[in-house]
């Protein structure tokens, strides 16, 4: 595409702002070890995940989406006549029918604005993605009226006691778009993977619990990794006028986080496809052994991953552990994952090393959908960092007992779509600012209050 192309649309369109919640408890990974009887090191090491969120039946998938939208009108002083759009995504579902957002407009109906469009999007962990797409698209579109819209990207994610659970984890994101934003989405620089798979899905409406095939899902999360990564890389080039753009072109990193050993990994692979692409590189000679090693080969060879996650250490400290640190902290989050991971890197990293900094952020979820564009950072990000104050926030939450979390799930999986109750968890157990479940009634409506 040519300049021209975009000389209509308003400029720098992207995130003004940030806000984030997770839970105020969580576990320690490694007592988590001792607890499920696993060897020391399984899910610290194996997943590379520290700590993990979670709540009982006082928080649910609205409750949390509700703090964060609140937060971030409150600690940006924004008026809620000027936003537009709002857009939800999330594949934790309370109602059939009834969107998260239409919980949300309660916020916005005590301020008289009742005309605001958006409305949830569901696939896997990719809905927040999809949110934050059509966000953009309605700012640069004729429909747009002027005014802000707010994506918010939040879930559960909730697993059944095994191997799965230690990916567990709770938390949510919401982001003002509009133009002249500091951190800027870069048109025309993005690409997209669908194709139907069984990886993870939610079959049974009786339980929030999906089903999973791990091992199928993380050749699927990688798969599309190298279709997004190689059409991206295309457009890049073409927009570089270079040859063979690779990840050196890059500045960061953001991936979705199932877990942290999942993101390295696709970090690592990304030099499996720059190699692929100028094999008598000699930066490449750790991967020469496998040139001739099948796509489909490439996707589970054991040698592989090893030799592209050790030659590529050095970067992926650099380019993507910024990005790790709070997904890290908190376990998954579904659609809020990749959007932590870019909150992550806006606080971990200070705004004048950010500034001109190219940022790639891959989102995927399962079923599947993926997709990858790139951010330009061309503002102050300090704002967000200190309205953010994630370290802060993070080393204050409760480090709770694992008897805990069990005792919060097995809660949860006895009370799921039930009516007329009122929930047992603990008030101490939320904090101040946060809203959570006052009462379910016998026609299945929700009730929330807002802690003082």
């Known amino acids: 595409m040519t300049a021209t192309t975009f000389e209509h649309y308003p400029e720098n369109v992207g995130i003004l702002a940030m806000e984030m919640y997770f839970p105020s408890r969580c ?173 993870f899905y939610k079959p049974d409406m009786h339980s929030e619990y999906p089903v999973v095939d791990g091992k199928y899902s993380n050749t699927c999360y990688l798969a599309a990794f190298d279709a997004c990564y190689n059409r991206y890389m295309g457009r890049l080039g073409k927009a570089l006028n270079k040859e063979k753009p690779s990840m050196d072109d890059i500045d960061y990193l953001v991936c979705h986080s199932p877990y942290a050993k999942l993101v390295n990994k696709s970090f690592a692979r990304a030099s499996y496809n720059d190699f692929l692409k100028d094999p008598e590189n000699e930066k490449f000679a750790p991967l020469a052994g496998f040139k001739e090693v099948s796509y489909a080969e490439s996707l589970e060879n054991r040698d592989l991953e090893k030799a592209c996650v050790g030659m590529t250490k050095a970067g992926y400290a650099q380019k993507v552990g910024p990005a790790a640190f709070v997904p890290k902290q908190i376990g998954n989050m579904y659609t809020a994952a990749v959007w932590s991971g870019l909150a992550s890197l806006i606080s971990e990293v200070d705004s004048e090393t950010l500034k001109d900094k190219r940022v790639l952020l891959y989102s995927y979820g399962s079923g599947l959908a993926a997709s990858m564009i790139s951010f330009r950072i061309t503002g102050s990000t300090d704002g967000i960092k200190q309205k953010l104050n994630l370290r802060e926030r993070l080393a204050a939450r409760t480090i709770a007992k694992p008897e805990d979390f069990a005792e919060a799930m097995a809660i949860r999986e006895k009370t799921h779509n039930v009516r007329d109750y009122v929930p047992s968890g603990n008030l101490d157990h939320i904090a101040s600012g946060v809203y959570y479940v006052e009462k379910i009634d016998d026609k299945w409506r929700r009730f929330y209050k807002r802690k003082d």
């Open 27 to 199: 576990v320690d990974q490694s007592e988590m070890e001792t607890f499920d009887g696993v060897s020391a090191g399984k899910y610290t090491i194996g997943l590379g995940q520290e700590k993990m969120a979670f709540i009982d039946d006082r928080e649910d998938i609205q409750s949390i989406c509700l703090t964060a939208v609140h937060n971030l009108m409150e600690k940006y002083n924004i008026a809620y006549t000027d936003i537009g759009r709002l857009e939800v995504g999330t594949e934790t579902i309370i109602d059939k029918s009834k969107s998260v957002k239409t919980t949300l407009m309660t916020l916005f109906g005590e301020h008289g604005n009742y005309e605001i469009e958006g409305i949830d999007t569901t696939n896997a962990c990719y809905g927040g993605f999809n949110a934050f797409s059509n966000a953009v698209n309605w700012i640069e579109s004729s429909s747009w009226d002027g005014r802000y819209a707010i994506v918010i990207a939040g879930d559960l994610a909730l697993y059944a006691s095994g191997a799965a659970r230690p990916t567990s984890g709770a938390g949510v994101v919401a982001m003002l778009i509009g133009k002249n934003a500091p951190i800027v989405v870069e048109r025309g620089l993005r690409s997209t993977h669908m194709e139907h798979a069984y990886d």
